[in-house]
């Protein structure tokens, strides 16, 4: 999902499909990428009511660029590489963006593009992070990479080793005491307050998705140090996001959850679970999309 303003929302995902509303939400224009009929659309990145970029999971790898809301696609760049696998798209500006892969032998480094033009050209890095045995990324919410204009953010993994990975290339990954240890286990997503200091990673084990065992941990040192949530989320969760002042949603297949407290505590909210979900720029509603559904939350 990607919010452009209190109008303009866009979200993606199975069977080629994306979705337009610019009206907050109340309708919807869905359409399918021509030639793309089985693409996975897990990586969304909007500007406008007009342009967005559309990275699928699996390979071949293609990103695609709508300019005419999305009436025509073009593609923008392709890896055709055997196991290639995306995970996530995000942007620092309207012009600098990355992409970030599963990592691939023989060197069993994350496979990592970037662009300086808003999508229209990428190319692929080289990226001095090497992954662990049995740690990748979960293409879940596209939301386990953030970039921030200070320089804070950065990756999360997932699977036998879940780490944190500071922007900066070369900055040593820090150890988080999320669940782990099982392909099924690790961090799913990642947010934090503007000003970076204030971070939250939920997941869990999608394949035990009401167990609520280190599901969720907190920062509130910029990512230096994380500590496990003392009432966490009720269950797996494949998405959190920043919504204003203190307060943190999380949503994934069990059900969804606030915290106030910057990812202290958690209250369940609702039953109804969703895979992805995305703010307003004032913080004050909220949007959830899931399989066949979709979810609007008001706050004061």
């Given at each position: ?122 190319k692929q890095i080289s990226h001095s992070l ?171």
């Open positions: 999902m990607a919010v452009v303003d209190d109008s303009t929302i866009w979200v993606s995902g199975t069977g080629g499909q994306a979705g337009l509303s610019t009206d907050g939400g109340l309708h919807w224009q869905w359409m399918k990428v021509p030639d793309h009929d089985s693409a996975d659309w897990r990586s969304l990145q909007a500007f406008s009511k007009e342009r967005a970029l559309l990275l699928n999971a699996g390979s071949p790898a293609h990103v695609m660029l709508t300019t005419d809301g999305g009436k025509n696609w073009r593609l923008q760049y392709a890896d055709t590489t055997k196991g290639i696998f995306f995970d996530d798209i995000a942007f620092l500006t309207d012009k600098k963006g990355l992409a970030i892969g599963d990592p691939m032998p023989p060197e069993n480094k994350f496979v990592v593009i970037v662009t300086e033009d808003g999508g229209e050209h990428w090497v992954a662990l045995p049995g740690e990748a990324l979960f293409a879940a919410s596209g939301t386990n990479v953030v970039p921030l204009a200070n320089n804070q953010g950065g990756t999360i993994t997932g699977g036998l080793v879940s780490r944190y990975i500071p922007g900066t290339d070369g900055a040593t990954p820090i150890l988080l005491p999320i669940t782990q240890g099982s392909p099924s286990k690790g961090a799913f997503s990642l947010a934090f307050k503007p000003d970076g200091k204030t971070g939250v990673i939920v997941g869990g084990d999608y394949q035990h998705d009401k167990d609520t065992t280190k599901n969720c941990v907190y920062t509130t040192d910029y990512g230096k140090t994380w500590k496990v949530s003392p009432a966490p989320p009720a269950g797996f969760r494949s998405c959190v996001v920043y919504v204003k002042a203190n307060v943190f949603l999380a949503t994934g297949t069990s059900g969804t959850d606030i915290s106030r407290d910057g990812g202290v505590h958690w209250e369940k909210i609702s039953e109804q679970g969703f895979h992805v979900a995305g703010v307003s720029p004032n913080g004050k509603k909220i949007w959830l999309a899931g399989s066949r559904k979709l979810g609007i939350i008001a706050l004061p």
